[in-house]
């Protein structure tokens, strides 16, 4: 089993629709992120929380939201999904300052 | 905002051929860290350099931090298909709020014809 999953792994959904994704972890790690991946712009930062009452904001929060329900749980809502929300998002972990991340394998979302 | 870019944005090489990956900056980082991501899954970490100068091996990849920590080069000799993917170079340090952030360049990504 993967020690971070993310669910739903492909979401077809329209305009204006609220959607959520959600994370687990396994491996135990306080800190916890939301990454959106779009072809030729790389990996962009929404949300981070470094523990259960942490909640900070990364380069691109507008139209998102999260909730950090547990130290192994974070999940990211989309209140009105709208199309430039099309994008492939992982959740990631780290255990340390020095950042290093484990990803899981990526929740594809398509906002028609 | 710190920036990382990464060149060649694509490279298409057969197996066997030598190549090199570049990580750019104007910043400093404390760290860098290189990762492979392959089709339908997240990125997985490879190497994480933390001193200027510094060399890393990977069976037949090589990483180096530059001198002054704003720069990394990956190094694969004799290319194999297993070696496909999408290369993200990512500089670690601290943001304006004074919290550990990670910067991603936008990756290489690489293709090993047999």
């Known amino acids: 089993d993967a020690d971070v999953t993310q669910t739903p792994r492909n979401r077809i959904t329209k305009t204006g629709k609220r959607i959520m994704l959600e994370c687990s972890q396994t491996?135990?790690?306080?800190?916890m992120y939301w990454y959106r991946q779009d072809p030729g712009l790389g990996l962009r930062l929404i949300y981070y929380?470094?523990?259960?009452?942490?909640?900070n904001k990364g380069e691109i929060s507008d139209g998102y939201s999260v909730s950090r329900q547990a130290q192994a749980k974070f999940s990211l809502s989309l209140e009105s999904a709208i199309p430039n929300q099309t994008a492939l998002y992982f959740c990631a972990t780290s255990e340390s300052r020095t950042g290093e991340l484990f990803f899981g394998e990526g929740s594809r979302l398509t906002v028609l | 905002t710190q920036l990382l870019e990464q060149s060649p944005q694509f490279l298409s090489i057969q197996e066997g051929e030598n190549l090199t990956v570049y990580c750019n900056s104007s910043s400093v980082f404390s760290s860098l860290q290189w990762y492979r991501q392959e089709p339908g899954e997240g990125p997985v970490l490879l190497v994480t350099?933390?001193?200027?100068?510094e060399v890393k091996k990977l069976k037949r990849l090589t990483f180096q931090f530059g001198d002054a920590r704003k720069d990394s080069s990956l190094h694969i000799t004799a290319a194999q298909p297993g070696d496909t993917g999408l290369y993200l170079c990512a500089g670690g340090g601290n943001s304006g709020a004074g919290s550990y952030q990670l910067t991603f360049g936008k990756g290489t990504k690489l293709s090993v014809i047999p």
């Open positions: 350099v933390v001193t200027g100068g």
């Open positions: 491996k135990g790690h306080d800190r």
């Open positions: 929380s470094f523990d259960v009452k942490d909640i």
